[in-house]
């Protein structure tokens, strides 16, 4: 028939549709089915023929039900480049409609006629005849089906019908009604797609073909060549590849493109490859300040990973991306496991790892190639925060990067095709997932038999040598048949014994989180001497093999040379990939960071472990600064944050616990004694302050105490001046700023008068805000001292001060004898006596903080909001511990007297 026809049905001014176009395949020919919704909706059936697509319009669509045949009406011969062409023929125009390629592979003779050439021959002859038989090898159609043409219907009418094989059916196959290029339906496609078709869109898709590339590993899908993708493909031009992308509102409710598994990795330039990340899948929906984080079943991950969610929240982009959570140990390699358990912060690094965007301000890109897509994610996507990276392409070779991969202890790889597009919600042959299987010699400590089993042994009971004791690593249920079990327990008989060899007996009974019921199998125990080898996916936080499977005996193997193997260090393997695909890491570690948080933001009732201590907090949403909106929640989360820069004056101080447990406006009680009362894990120091009556003093000790106290209501935290083993010998000397009721510039007046005075005896000293009205400057003593000493010159310091300043300070401790002046209190240097710890909060609106600063912020306009539970670990994350001078080195107390009664009189 050729394509006069069809030339002469179109207008190429209006119409885009394909003109030519020759298949370059020399071994398969061809078919394609479209679904085209024009005047009435209909399938067009195409098999490549003669240099071109007979085809034949399918009012109803094929059927799998041999019984059912459908009417086909043989139409117009269309060009080979037709195969892949889905879009919009304009209104007016001959087929104007919509058009997706819904079904597409290759077909065969049903009689095994060898070459593409032979066989095309033999189906013209039967076309002519009006009988053609074929073996469809497609995404939705397989099997042998039959093109019948009928009598009395007309010369073109045709019937097709299914023959009745492995694949007949009598499911409506119709129902699957997505293109297998882009994943759109008809109705997507008419609202969504470009009126003009792109004539390099077929080298963006090829046919799914099940045969393989000769050079490349056995279960990759091959079609026709791919055109050269460039190496420099990021840096094509993403601006234009946007304004090209055609409008699309926000897709909702998706799922996103799966790769589909294979068992070999291979080298081909026109494939790139990436990390398979050990995580959660997610789809990540930003739009108008709005975000959606998704699992790949739509379950939303807002709350349980809400750090990534609030990262997400504060773009100014508007994308779907497409990407992994997961949780980094120190190396840089996921940790499944942590993941599974992962609530909070405390947990681990989390991180969102992007490979993929399927939309961009108001712009669908499921249409673009892989590498356009990556162009425009490398350029548009913020990285200002770490959590949130884009994971790195590799153009090297496949087979040496999973290589790096299986040294390096990760999960595999991902191997994908450079040209493809984003097929939503479809397991594409484009995107492929290689695994790294890792293997282990063990030594076999015995087997166990199931009750109900005929088999000689139910599984192997697998030990390795750690650290010199035999290790319980699981068990082996997997990769033997009932002829190696013969075998093996013939070579077992000599080692069974009646004494188990483990030094602790394990539990081969005991149910793991990965089995579903519970085995009561019986043990037979062995002498450690056999050894083999067995794969598994990872090992569990026990050191216990996930899905074991047996590979062999290893005769070669002696078992006391049998130790649990670890992966090559990552950094060296990680320069050894970068030097042969001159590309940046593969992975990168977690940067070193302050904690984020210990609770997470949704559950009232959270119970965690520090410190191998398990605490229970409770009313989470409980308001403790009811104005500031702040909660219990906030206040252990800000103590788990800055606990590293606090404890160091907490360790090892007696605790005056000062409770608030309703909150700043609820009313408030100290709390000494801890006898009777205190966790039994909790440090206690029994003393007596002189008030006839022994106490037992809560002693920091580390992040679970402080966070103990703080579940008392103890809002703000105060420390002895000393500490447990010097008790009477404080490692500080404290001048408190009372203003009373002068602004605050003047107590910044009178604080910079103290430094002046210890400046001039060469005295060091570190100033703190009080975080209620205050200021606190701290003299370090190196614990040299006694308390009385420390009063002492303390007193010495303040007199002097109050000459050189005597308007507006005082030295009386009556706050009606001071008349309104402020009170430079010198008398907090006595044994039980605490002021507020550096970096504790305070029972005060807005939150405040008291914080360390620099002299060189003793300035006025410096205000006690200047410093919250909003912005202090920011500000300690910016600046570190400036107030760690207070526990150095102590002055010598002698010559600073002397030298201030030599200078001030």
């Not at 002469?8 to 479209?34: C, M, N, W, Y």
């Not at 940790?335 to 965007?357: H, K, M, P, T």
Request: net charge positive; aromatic share 10%; hydrophobic share 35%.
């Amino acid at each position: 028939m050729g394509l006069q026809k069809y030339n002469q049905k179109r207008d190429f001014s209006k119409t885009s549709e394909p003109k030519a176009g020759r298949s370059k395949d020399k071994g398969k020919l061809l078919f394609v089915i479209q679904k085209h919704d024009a005047t009435r909706l209909h399938y067009d059936f195409r098999l490549e023929m003669d240099g071109v697509l007979k085809s034949w319009a399918v009012p109803k669509g094929p059927a799998l039900d041999p019984k059912t045949k459908r009417l086909a009406m043989m139409v117009e011969d269309h060009p080979f480049d037709y195969r892949n062409f889905e879009g919009l023929i304009p209104k007016g125009e001959y087929g104007g409609g919509t058009v997706i390629v819904w079904d597409q592979g290759w077909y065969e003779t049903i009689e095994p006629i060898k070459g593409k050439k032979a066989q095309e021959k033999y189906l013209l002859a039967e076309l002519k005849k009006g009988s053609v038989k074929m073996k469809l090898h497609g995404e939705k159609l397989k099997g042998e089906f039959a093109l019948v043409r009928t009598n009395g219907m007309g010369e073109n009418s045709w019937l097709l019908i299914k023959h009745d094989d492995e694949f007949a059916s009598k499911k409506d196959v119709t129902k699957l009604d997505k293109s297998i290029i882009s994943g759109k339906t008809i109705e997507v496609m008419e609202k969504t797609s470009e009126k003009i078709w792109q004539n390099n869109h077929e080298e963006k898709v090829k046919a799914k073909l099940p045969d393989v590339k000769k050079s490349s590993s056995k279960n990759i899908p091959a079609g026709t060549e791919d055109p050269e993708v460039s190496k420099d493909s990021l840096k094509l031009d993403s601006a234009k590849l946007l304004k090209s992308a055609p409008k699309l509102t926000i897709p909702k409710g998706i799922k996103p493109m799966l790769a589909t598994l294979v068992d070999a990795p291979f080298d081909d330039p026109d494939w790139q490859y990436e990390v398979k990340w050990d995580g959660y899948r997610a789809l990540a929906f930003v739009n108008k300040g709005k975000v959606n984080l998704l699992s790949r079943n739509n379950k939303s991950f807002n709350d349980q990973f809400y750090p990534i969610y609030d990262i997400l929240s504060k773009w100014k982009l508007n994308a779907v991306i497409d990407g992994e959570i997961l949780v980094l140990n120190a190396k840089g390699i996921a940790n499944f496991g942590a993941l599974q358990n992962w609530r909070s912060e405390a947990d681990g690094e989390l991180i969102f790892y992007a490979f993929d965007i399927l939309w961009c301000e108001g712009k669908d890109l499921t249409g673009l190639t892989l590498v356009e897509r990556q162009a425009i994610l490398n350029e548009v996507m913020p990285t200002d925060d770490d959590r949130v990276r884009i994971s790195n392409v590799f153009d090297a070779s496949g087979i040496d990067f999973f290589s790096a991969a299986e040294r390096m202890g990760l999960e595999g790889i991902m191997a994908k095709r450079k040209s493809s597009t984003y097929v939503i919600n479809n397991r594409s042959k484009e995107w492929l997932k290689i695994k790294v299987s890792k293997r282990q010699e063990v030594i076999i400590a015995g087997f166990t038999r199931n009750a109900d089993t005929s088999k000689l042994f139910s599984s192997l009971i697998l030990a390795v040598w750690e650290d010199k004791t035999l290790t319980y690593v699981g068990k082996v249920g997997t990769g033997f048949s009932d002829a190696d079990q013969r075998k093996m327990m013939k070579e077992f008989e000599p080692y069974i014994t009646e004494k188990s060899p483990f030094t602790v007996v394990p539990d081969v009974n005991k149910l793991s989180r990965f089995q579903h019921k519970q085995l009561n199998a019986k043990a037979t125990w062995m002498k450690p001497e056999l050894v083999c080898e067995v794969s598994f996916t990872e090992l569990t936080d026990e050191g216990i093999f996930r899905h074991p499977s047996f590979k062999g005996m290893r005769a070669d193997k002696r078992a006391k040379d049998v130790v649990r193997e670890k992966a090559a260090d990552v950094d060296e393997v990680i320069e050894e990939v970068e030097a042969k695909s001159h590309h940046d890491s593969a992975i990168r570690p977690p940067k070193n960071a302050t904690p984020k948080t210990l609770l997470n933001p949704k559950d009232e009732t959270q119970i965690r472990k520090v410190n191998g201590k398990e605490l229970k907090f409770t009313h989470l949403s409980k308001y403790y600064w009811p104005e500031d909106k702040v909660t219990k929640r906030d206040m252990f989360n800000y103590y788990y944050q800055v606990a590293d820069y606090m404890l160091p004056y907490l360790k090892d101080r007696p605790q005056s616990l000062n409770r608030f447990p309703g909150g700043i406006h609820g009313k408030g009680f100290y709390q000494k004694d801890v006898k009777g009362k205190a966790p039994e894990w909790a440090k206690t120091f029994p003393y007596s302050t002189g008030d006839g009556e022994d106490k037992e003093y809560l002693v920091g000790d580390d992040l679970a105490t402080l966070l103990w106290m703080a579940s008392l209501g103890c809002i703000e935290i105060n420390p002895w001046f000393s500490r447990i083993k010097s008790p009477d010998n404080p490692d500080y000397c404290v001048i408190d700023l009372d203003p009373d009721k002068h602004h605050f510039d003047k107590v910044i007046e009178a604080a910079n008068v103290v430094k002046e005075v210890l400046d001039s005896i060469e005295v060091p000293c570190f100033p703190k805000t009080s975080g209620s009205t205050g200021i606190h400057i701290y003299i370090p003593l190196g614990a040299k001292y006694d308390y009385d000493q420390s009063q002492l010159f303390a007193q010495i310091i303040v007199g002097i001060v109050n000459k050189q300043i005597p308007k507006f300070t005082s030295l009386e401790r009556m706050i009606a004898a001071r008349k309104g002046k402020m009170y430079l209190d010198f008398l907090q240097n006595r044994p039980g006596a605490t002021i507020a710890g550096p970096y504790s909060l305070r029972p005060k609106p807005g939150a405040t903080v008291s914080m360390p600063i620099e002299w060189a912020e003793m300035k006025p306009g410096l205000k006690m909001r200047d410093f919250t539970i909003f912005n202090a670990i920011d500000r300690l994350k910016e600046k570190g511990d400036i107030f760690k001078g207070v526990l150095g080195k102590g002055i010598d107390l002698e010559t600073a007297i002397l030298k201030a009664k030599e200078i001030h009189g």
